[in-house]
């Protein structure tokens, strides 16, 4: 009986195990191992090594600053109580506000958002070892949403700019920032998108390609540092779109290529040399594309080119679709705005346009806001005039004050409209029996801030006002 099992056992062996061995394995590394493997290789970066987001917040961390600001503010104003109580009627409150900041060079220049200090009397730094100093404001740019502060400091940790053009979707990013005044906070999330266009700024010359992620940004953030995993600066955390006001999946930051031009500018010059293009440009549909026998929905249309500007000496055409410049495809209006950003009046750059089916190149040399290649100096701000900032009104603005032009006051300096009471909101149609739509059309019609005869527009409240003026 021992020797039958043994022989049934030794017979089963062979023919319905060993050989079915082989096939098992075959089966394993074929499906098995092709499963497992993407989920190691997805947790690695290029050179195999794992993801490790310690270094980059480490060195992020103290380069982060504590923005804090005050200022005083009328607590009421109306105009009904001022004629029979006078000035003193109206009492001040003490406002603040706070944000945060990245410290870019060991003595102390600090880049923050512009509308973190915007209006601030008083703006406080406090760093990451709970050191506190008075900030200076350098200078600021509002189409951008950018600000260069100094502190008095020294030998101070600094975030090196690395390069946001490089970034991929899907790529891992930090922010860190002091969101509800909680400060030195990091969050992780993945680059969403590029070229991001949310219309935050309706400035003339404003510029918008933000890079969109999903890493946590609430109050507080803006200003904040968007890092990749080397802990190299990318971008400046500025926005969130939430129909509540706090985290809600999306969040911007101004890319560092736009980031650091318009800084150097503000160091260097105290204002921004903003290079103008003279065109006025839509994005691309099919049929254009059918048209002009592009092979993609890309590029920029030129729906206007204004006399004199850039543009129109390179003969440029309305049209055209400008489909790259200086070699580098044009994706969309915001990338091109962006591509434009970086580039100072006088610059010469070759752009690449398609007319009549037929692709074409010319040089263009950039131009300034006064429309020549000269420095713009501080006193010629972008969208500023006698020290007042203006933009264009919106559609509903244009309706509630039953008008088809006109400029709003968007923040008041030292300057004739500061003295002479007009203050944010303030809408201006005409200057010197001149219609007014652009910050542009105020300084023509201002002979660039030095004539001023009559000034009418409505005040916030939508009184309406005409003043003439002995200037």
């Known amino acids: 009986m021992a020797l039958l099992g043994g022989v049934v056992a030794l017979f089963a062996y062979t023919r319905l195990v060993e050989k079915p061995m082989n096939n098992v394995a075959g089966e394993t590394l074929a499906v098995v191992t092709p499963v497992a493997r993407p989920?190691?290789?997805?947790?690695?970066?290029?050179?195999?090594?794992?993801?490790?987001?310690?270094?980059?917040?480490?060195?992020?961390?103290?380069?982060?600053?504590?923005?804090?600001?005050?200022?005083?503010?009328?607590?009421?104003?109306?105009p009904f109580f001022q004629f029979f109580y006078g000035d003193g009627y109206n009492s001040k409150k003490e406002v603040h506000g706070y944000g945060s900041g990245v410290i870019i060079s060991s003595d102390g220049y600090i880049i923050t958002n512009n509308h973190v200090i915007e209006d601030a009397e008083n703006i406080s730094v406090k760093l990451n070892d709970n050191r506190e100093f008075k900030a200076e404001v350098i200078g600021r740019d509002p189409t951008t949403d950018l600000a260069?502060?100094?502190?008095?400091?020294?030998?101070?940790?600094?975030?090196?700019?690395?390069?946001?053009?490089?970034?991929?979707?899907?790529?891992w990013v930090l922010a860190v920032g002091n969101p509800f005044n909680l400060t030195s906070?990091?969050?992780?999330?993945?680059?969403?998108?590029?070229?991001?266009?949310?219309?935050?700024?309706?400035?003339?010359y404003s510029i918008e390609s933000y890079i969109q992620t999903d890493a946590a940004l609430n109050p507080g953030n803006s200003g904040g540092a968007l890092v990749d995993t080397k802990g190299q600066l990318v971008g400046i955390t500025c926005a969130i779109i939430s129909p509540s006001g706090a985290y809600a999946g999306n969040s911007f930051a101004i890319p560092v290529t736009i980031v650091k031009k318009v800084i150097d500018d503000l160091r260097q010059f105290g204002t921004v040399q903003r290079a103008i293009i003279g065109i006025e440009m839509r994005e691309v549909n099919e049929e254009d594309t059918k048209k002009q026998n592009l092979n993609e929905v890309k590029g920029v249309y030129i729906s206007v080119v204004r006399d004199g500007g850039a543009a129109d000496e390179a003969n440029l055409k309305a049209g055209d679709i400008i489909t790259k410049l200086d070699g580098v495809q044009v994706e969309s209006p915001s990338a091109f705005q962006e591509m434009v950003g970086r580039h100072r009046p006088g610059d010469k750059s070759t752009i690449t346009y398609m007319r009549n089916g037929k692709e074409n190149n010319v040089t263009i040399t950039m131009k300034n806001i006064a429309g020549n290649t000269g420095l713009v100096t501080k006193g010629m701000g972008t969208s500023e005039v006698m020290g007042a900032t203006f933009e264009q009104l919106s559609s509903s603005e244009k309706q509630m004050f039953q008008t088809e032009y006109g400029v709003k006051i968007v923040s008041v300096e030292d300057g004739w409209f500061k003295d002479h009471g007009f203050g944010k909101g303030t809408i201006i149609i005409s200057v010197n029996g001149k219609k007014v739509r652009t910050s542009d059309e105020m300084r023509q019609a201002t002979n660039n801030g030095s004539v001023l005869k009559s000034i009418e527009g409505f005040e916030s409240n939508g009184g309406y006002f005409n003043y003439r003026i002995g200037r």
Do not use: C, M, W
């Open 39 to 78: 989920l190691l290789t997805s947790y690695e970066i290029p050179d195999g090594q794992q993801i490790d987001f310690t270094y980059a917040a480490e060195q992020t961390v103290h380069a982060v600053v504590h923005v804090t600001t005050s200022a005083k503010i009328n607590q009421t104003e109306n």
């Open 148 to 171: 260069l502060l100094k502190i008095k400091a020294e030998n101070l940790s600094f975030l090196k700019y690395g390069d946001s053009d490089k970034l991929r979707l899907g790529e």
């Open 185 to 204: 906070s990091v969050t992780a999330g993945i680059v969403s998108a590029k070229g991001r266009n949310i219309q935050l700024n309706n400035s003339d």
